[in-house]
């Protein structure tokens, strides 16, 4: 069992960045309640990477149109920047429901341009994604655009945190809360336009969602939370590995589980401490 | 008294709506001002226009250089979901002094504990935001925008739902605060009855009128009466002032006193 897994030890490194950075953000994605802008901005990074396949099999792609990271990038921090200046949040319509709209229609155009491009994959590949075939290359370029976008939650902690918990206190005090929140959801974009090449919006979606939920049920304070989220993800991506490999079952799903799993478990903690 | 705050003919809106005009008035050093009116009415937007967050549309909104307000929000704006201990709460009251990327030290926890035990709280340090009682958690936002030493307490709705004792504890601390430290307070309510009893100027918004004077000068049945176009009977109970809309008899209509 343990040579399978070495085996793809190198999608595991790879795995593992995404779990870290995707968890650490996903405490706020949790807290503030954007549990669906994640997925939305999972399912554009999916759109972008089907419009460069699209472009790149038609002959048409110039420059970096065919190239699907950067039509990922392009798409997905656009999305980000919407969300993150409060697009669709003014008008008539809940700003939920124009997140759904950006979901749906995001998924339902990237699964198009896939089925007319000539150079595509099967469309679950975007669902599910393909860790396993995550390189040593791919895990260098997850942790350049990982570790600074860590840093920068690292450095601004403490500013991040008072715009996402009370933001009129924060605009008297003279905080740019528009600025903060939109380096916000652009550092979610990056990470998630990078992590949805190989993890697919299932898993990117898990990573921000349930480590987080695992952290705030077992911890009682912010550094608490953000610990037991990234080792609720590394500890669900490992075993998710263990089982999968060897068993020849499709690894994303196997992580989502597990992720489950931990989290009923913190549930069933937090219950037995009252 | 010099004036921390002065509108001068200010109009207040939203792009083209306009909610309030004609507002000519200041909030000097050492002022105990209530800011009431039913909700809708554009509290808000005045509250919004002092402390710098709404640009007039016209007029002017002069500020004394230095200024610095102590916000408490109301209770519902913040979110419990943080799983904050309530000297993390303090704490922010302070981020902006400490600084962009640099963390709080033991000066500003400090401070942080003394905020908490002017407020009469300090063995609630390290409890969880969540787990408190409506009234401590509202002494703990009190003590959050009192670490930040501010001029001016701006306080939005402090007793919104609200028993009546946590409210008269809030009320008695408010203003206990205001005559101990001769802080400038401008309190927003929704509630008449409750804040008269306690400022020293009313600022009453209703139905886009806007007046302010003395409690004195507010506190009367044919002022009342006007704002609030029904009839208003205004009574003295051991010298606390209560506020009464007259019951309609048969035949009578709102409006008519």
Known sequence: MFDAVMLFRE???????????????????????IVFVGAAL??????????AMFLSGAGVAAGLTGHPVAMALVVTLAGALFFGMEGGSRGPVPPDATIGVAYAVAAAVGILLIAKARTGEAHDIFLQGNILSITLKDTLVLLA????VLL????????????????????TLGYR????????????????????????????????VLPAVTGLLLARGMAGVFFWSVTSAVVAAVIGFVLSVPFDLPTGPAIIVVSGVLALLAWGVRRLRG | MSGLVTFSGVTLGYGRRTVLSGLTF????????????????????????ILGSLAPLEGTVARAPGLRFGYVPQRDQVDYNFPLKVLDVVLMGRYDRI????????????????????VGIPELAGRQLKDLSGGQKQRTLIARALVGEPNVLVLDEPTNGMDLVSTTQILGLVRELHERDRLTVIMVSHALNEVANYVERIALVVGGGFRIGSVDEIMTETVLSEMYGIPVEVDSFNGHRIVLARRFGAGEEAGRV
């Open chain 2, 99 to 118: 600084g962009l990327a640099r963390r709080p030290g033991k000066d500003d926890r400090d401070r942080a504990m003394a905020a908490l035990e002017h």
């Open chain 2, 26 to 49: 200041a909030v000097s050093e050492g002022d105990f001002l209530g800011l009431v009116g039913p909700n809708g009415a554009g509290k808000t937007t005045v509250l919004r226009a």
């Open chain 1, 152 to 171: 920068v939650h690292l450095l601004f902690y403490k500013e991040f945190l008072f715009v996402s918990f009370d933001r009129e206190t924060a605009r």
């Open chain 1, 42 to 51: 999972a399912q554009l990074s999916s759109a972008g990477i089907a419009l």
């Open chain 1, 145 to 148: 655009v990982s570790v600074p």
């Open chain 1, 177 to 208: 809360v528009g600025g903060w929140n939109l380096l916000l959801y652009l550092t979610l974009g990056l990470v998630i336009a990078f992590a949805m090449q190989f993890a697919g919006v299932m898993l990117v979606f898990n990573f921000l």
């Open chain 1, 11 to 33: 999608a595991l490194y790879g795995a593992l960045v995404i779990a870290v950075a995707c968890s650490v953000l996903g405490v706020y994605v949790v807290l503030r309640r």
